[in-house]
């Protein structure tokens, strides 16, 4: 199995997560978007999209799209649990899932950010200002549906780590890239902290990859 991947990617932390919860061994592949590796015609040829991550199978088989790839790890591999055993409990986590994955991450990507800075003449603070605002809308829908929710516990769904939570980890990762703080969200902050103190959390983080700058 491979993971085509770059360290800064909040999607394939995503998928890191996932596999280092499963326990499933895997190599990465590292796409150097910064580089513009992802354009050129062998990675096009895996990902038409152009984008990371894509899981490929030994036998060749595709998987793309960071949801779609941790729901066909959750299938392949049950244990434990990403989804909850009942249906509404499952509706819950996709629709927590999707405030990152579908509503916010979309919006600040480079490729968006690159072209609002082309086609509107918008600088860096522009584009700084632009991204902000969407993970901020994004952490007050998780802080007024995680904060009022019954079905909240240590994690964003109950006692168990779920797929929420790792959408909603990498959120906060991106957020706090871009200076923001989760001072305002607390019980976004506590989810988070609780998460990230474990190490199958803390060793996907961007930080800890290959190619990431080292700190100083």
């Known amino acids: 199995m491979k993971l085509y991947t770059y360290w800064r990617s909040l ?4 998928v ?3 596999l280092n ?6 190599e990465q592949v590292s796409v150097d978007l910064d580089a ?5 015609a062998d990675y096009k040829a895996i990902n038409p999209q152009m984008v990371i991550p894509s899981l490929v199978e030994d036998d060749g088989t595709v998987l793309y799209q960071s949801m779609a790839i941790m729901e066909y790890l959750n299938e392949v591999y049950p244990q434990p649990p990403l989804l909850p055993a009942d249906p509404k409990g499952r509706a819950r986590v996709r629709a927590l899932s999707l405030i990152t994955v579908a509503d916010s991450h979309p919006l600040i990507v480079p490729r968006v950010r690159n072209h609002l800075a082309a086609t509107f003449n918008l600088d860096d603070e522009g584009r700084m200002t632009w991204v902000r605002h969407w ?8 802080e007024t549906h995680l904060s009022r929710d019954q079905a909240t516990g240590t994690y964003c769904h109950g006692d168990r780590v779920t797929m929420a939570d790792l959408c909603l980890v990498s959120h906060a990762a991106g957020y706090r890239v871009f200076k923001g703080n989760l001072d ?5 902050k506590r989810i988070v902290d609780t998460c990230m103190a474990d190490e199958r959390f803390a060793t996907a983080q961007p930080m800890r990859q ?3 700058p080292k700190a100083h």
């Open 11 to 14: 999607a394939t932390f995503r």
């Open 36 to 40: 513009g590796q992802q354009s050129k």
């Open 21 to 26: 919860l499963k326990g499933v061994a895997y």
């Open 135 to 142: 993970f901020a809308a994004g952490l007050d829908a998780y």
């Open 16 to 18: 890191r997560i996932a």
């Open 184 to 188: 305002k969200h607390p019980t976004v």
């Open 210 to 212: 290959p190619g990431a």
